[in-house]
């Protein structure tokens, strides 16, 4: 018994199942957005502690300068008329801490390549180079994600790097070890060891940021805000608090959704914006998977998980140092055996090996309080330490769970202190967010970050397809093109471009006004 019919359901309001979903109601389709948690957004979502507010998924984005990839998706979708950005210190939207070395990254490739030729001038030839392969690698996996293969196999360059990881790339073109570790200094943005990402995902991430670094006005929710009213002009409908329990098939074909509560809704067709461990082994079944799809669920790796670390602080960031730069901390130049530690439970009983932090209100004051500070501290850790408490409800977990909480909390903040001596002392306000909490508000298998690992067998197109093996059923976000809140957009608007037969670009009418673009520094 189906209770409505639509053209098609989109399971999850991540960044790519809102930029699908307006895509194909701006088509003309009548869109249903089915959303398991309270507030839309997945990744992008905000939230308050005490009328601060936090980003979860959104720290920085890249690509959003004139004529760059995003940009254009927000222009042509038309929701740039309700996003302001604000653009990171362009001196240093980077701040690469190794011991206590310091090294800034500033905004575009020139001003990025003349400081690293000032610090390591012996290196110039080998700095040079690396960028100009970084740039073509990046402009070929572009072409590779547009589904034009044969430009990749007509670039003898960048066509070995395709099987290489980022660190045998950054080896390949620089020796001193601290350049090195510099170059790797964003690997956090993966979450992988060097010698295991691809090389292709790591010269993305570094082109990503290179033309600078924005933070949405307002928080991340309000990419998911901006969407839903463009969604909603387009008289598409989200439905929160509304878990997708079964995708319905008939016939290896899709033809709708049992919600939790039993209500079946039938659509022409389905994308799911899920986790594809999820929406393959638990919405579909595993019975109907093919061989070849059992197994590629088998062997997968999924990205590690993290534990995010909000503090509100009662004293003058600035004063103290710092700006609406990021800063990645680590203990020495070792980011190889760094980023290793990051997939194991090192971090739940340690001193983090790595720590990302981001002033929230030096880059976005509009939700401080009262002279008051927010700051966001991430770093990394496997799922598996938390399996014992998967199983108990979120909110009322065990004691040990809380001291645990604790002890984690106590060692980033030593990490932090150690960093801004004495902001340990103004902090009024904390809270630790687990992989487990990364499951709970997200359904992120194992907790993971990033979607699928972006391992060299694993990224991009040999991640999960748009298309899927059945009839009428679509995937897109960070597991399939790439994660990122850009890279999750463009797969939702590659989802919506399959679906209708038509070019991405063809999705991309709406003439949204220039995207307002001001400055975190003023
Ligand atoms: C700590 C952290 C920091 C990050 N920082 C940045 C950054 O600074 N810049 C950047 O570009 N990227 C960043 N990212 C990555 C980026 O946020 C993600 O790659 C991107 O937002 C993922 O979008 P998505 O389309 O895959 O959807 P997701 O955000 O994964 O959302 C999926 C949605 O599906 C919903 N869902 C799942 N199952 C069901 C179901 N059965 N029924 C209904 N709904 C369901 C979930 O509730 C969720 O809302 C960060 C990620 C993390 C975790």
Redo the contacts with the bound molecule.
Sequence with gaps: MFSSTYDTII???????LTAAVALAQAGQNVLV????EV??????SFTLEGYRFN???????ELGEGERLRKIYEGLGVSNDLTFLELNPDAYDHILIGDYQFDIPKGKEAFIHRLKERFPDEAKGIDLLFEQLANIYSQLLNVIDEKWFSLLRCPTALPWFTKSGGDLIKHYVKNPLLRAILLGQCG?HGLPPSQVSAAIHAAIIQHYIEGAYHPLGGGMTIARAMLRALKKANGTIRLN????EIILDKQRAIGVRLSNGEIVRSKHVIS???PY?TFN??IGKTNLSRKLKSKLKKVRWSTS?F?LYLVIDCDLRKMGLDSGNYWIYSNENIEQLYQLGLTDYNVHNLPAVMFVTATSLKDPSKSKSNHHQLEV?SFVSYDFFKRWENQVSGQRDAEYIQLKEKISNNMISSLDHRFPGISKSIILKELGTPLT?YH????HRGN???IDKSIWQAGPLGFRNRTEFKDLYM????TLA???????Y??LIAASKLLRCRPMDLLKQNGPELEILQCER
Aim: some cysteine; hydrophobic content about 30%.
């Design positions: 399971i999850g309001s991540g960044a790519g199942g089915c959303e398991q948690h839309p957004g997945g990744w992008t979502h979860t998924g959104v720290h920085y984005i890249g943005a509304t878990s997708v329990n914006n899920a986790d999820f638990k919405l993290c995010s991430f990364n508000y997200i359904k992120a970050i990033y979607g897109c976000g960070s597991s994660h990122g809140i850009a890279y999750a957009s797969s939702g």
